[in-house]
């Protein structure tokens, strides 16, 4: 597994896009209105990096073995929150990364579900989070659930009809949903690589983001989880960022301030796994049951323990990991010579919990 090599860093770093392709620039190169957001006065988000949880614990999902129960969200969430803060509770826990003068914006991952209805970063896992986030102090009226598309968000079961994105009945009034349709942005454009690309208003009109990500294969950058579901689901033009496996694309999206300054926290709802052949769900033998949740601060980390859990797969299943098949995702290695997160897993604290 990764082993952080700054030669191989800095190499796939320049032959990509340039030293110069992390740094944002105004297109017409007029001083440029910062987009970072700004924490509520006297407040500092926790962050620990390279410092990784992941809880399993078996028979918890519904009948028909595609979603978890709405008591294993609650009770393995709140075990992979206290472990990662070392607080008592889920509402202590969520103190560490919301003010109650946040606006909060969480960013579910249904793509994969799409189609099947089977793979999506769950219903039961947003609830605890948003139950959550509001038990910290924030209101249902500062809270927004905002996907790409309108199936991407149906998928994830948290809205109960594709056009009006009413809420599912379980959320609290007052709950907001969006998709932007990598449309809606209000931002100035920035040029990362050699693309412009805008944030979409759902995330910059918040102060804080919550991504809840799934583990799952992609058959362009290998490897899909936290990163990615932030990068290419919250831009107005992620078709621009796919050459060469995403990477260092993908990196270097992250590494803009606008995203930087409003990440909190990242969740992976690995219930179910997808091995191969994703990241759409098209093929339900690459699918396994995994009842699982990983929780971090570092985008890096997270993903290097999720890759490391598709290769297990993979091998088990006969099949090449994703660097012998041609697709490992380099870009997190970049990510962390950007700063980004830890990269090496010998420097990574996994916390990998059986309830």
């Known amino acids: 597994m990764p082993k952080l090599r700054r030669r191989q860093v800095l190499a796939s770093t320049l032959a990509s896009t340039g030293a110069a392709a992390a740094v944002s620039t105004l297109s017409d190169g007029a001083a440029a209105k910062s987009w970072a957001a700004t924490p ?3 407040f500092r988000r926790m962050s620990i990096p390279g410092k990784v949880v992941r809880v399993h614990k078996k028979g918890v999902m519904q009948p028909g073995g595609v979603y978890p129960t709405q008591a294993a969200a609650t009770e393995m ?3 992979a929150l206290t472990e990662l803060t070392g607080k008592a509770t889920i ?3 969520f103190k560490q990364f919301v ?4 606006v909060v914006a969480i960013k579910p991952n249904g793509i994969a579900g799409r189609k099947s209805m089977k793979m999506a970063a769950n219903k039961e896992v947003v609830l605890e989070v948003v139950k959550g986030v509001m038990a910290a102090g924030v209101p249902a009226e500062r809270i927004t659930i905002y996907e790409q598309y309108r199936d991407f968000l149906f998928a994830t079961r948290c809205i109960t009809d594709k056009q009006t994105l009413a809420l599912a009945p379980e959320f609290p009034k007052g709950v907001k949903t969006e998709v932007h ?15 412009a690309t805008k944030y979409v208003t759902p995330f910059t009109d918040a102060t804080v983001v919550i991504n809840v990500t799934q583990v799952k294969d992609h058959n362009i950058c290998g490897y899909t989880g936290a990163m990615k579901n932030i990068t290419h689901g919250s831009n107005t033009n ?3 960022y796919h050459k060469h496996n995403a990477s260092p694309q993908i990196a270097h999206l992250f590494s803009q301030e606008v995203v930087k300054s409003r990440m909190a926290l990242h969740i992976a709802d690995a219930y179910q796994v997808i091995y191969d052949e994703g990241p759409i769900d098209k093929n339900p033998r690459r699918r396994v049951l995994n009842e699982a949740i990983y929780a971090s601060t570092d985008p890096v980390a997270i993903d290097v323990m999720g890759w490391k859990a598709v290769d297990a797969l993979r091998e088990k299943n006969g099949l090449p990991t994703l660097k012998d098949a041609g697709r490992e995702p380099t870009y997190l290695r970049v990510a ?3 700063g980004l997160g830890i990269y090496d897993e010998d420097q990574i604290d996994f916390r990998n919990i059986d309830l």
């Open 40 to 42: 509520p006065q006297g």
């Open 181 to 195: 349709l990598n449309k809606k942005a209000t931002m100035s454009p920035i040029v990362v690589g050699q693309s």
């Open 336 to 338: 962390s010579e950007l």
């Open 99 to 102: 003010h109650p003068d946040d």
């Open 91 to 93: 509402a202590e826990a």
């Open 238 to 240: 992620p078709h621009d």
């Open 77 to 79: 969430l709140t075990r």
